[in-house]
């Protein structure tokens, strides 16, 4: 198994920027996919951004040119540099680790946008 520990919500401005970490308890490398997805309050838990073990990456076409999403392997931990901000990126942000045998999320951090 593994534990994921998500830092870096807060209530920022539209047009602001944050940028999220994901820490894991155990080496990164070892999932086929580390992600970011988000819950807004009465919607779906949607994918946000998602990188592969090779490091590769894809983003919702909502985010795309506004995230970007990274990786410190050393330190086992994921980001999520979100640029340009707006009300609608409002959501609890969650990591996600994947591969075959484990499937696990964090607890969530919330981001708030004001307009």
């Known amino acids: 198994q593994v534990q994921l520990v998500e830092s870096g919500g807060g209530l920022v401005q539209a047009g602001g920027s944050l940028r999220l970490s994901c820490a894991a308890s155990?080496?990164?490398?070892?999932?086929?996919?580390m992600g970011w997805y988000r819950q807004a309050p009465g919607k779906q838990r949607e994918l946000v951004a998602r990188?592969?073990?090779?490091?590769?990456?894809n983003y919702a076409d909502s985010v795309k040119g506004r995230f970007t999403i990274s990786r410190d392997i050393a330190k086992n931990t994921v980001y999520l540099q979100m640029n340009s901000l707006k009300s609608e990126d409002t959501a609890v942000y969650y990591c996600?680790?994947?591969?075959?045998?484990?499937?696990?999320w964090g607890q969530g951090t919330q981001v708030t946008v004001s307009s």
């Open positions: 996600n680790a994947d591969s075959p045998f484990v499937n696990a």
């Open positions: 155990r080496n990164i490398f070892s999932f086929n996919f």
């Open positions: 990188i592969t073990s090779g490091g590769s990456t």
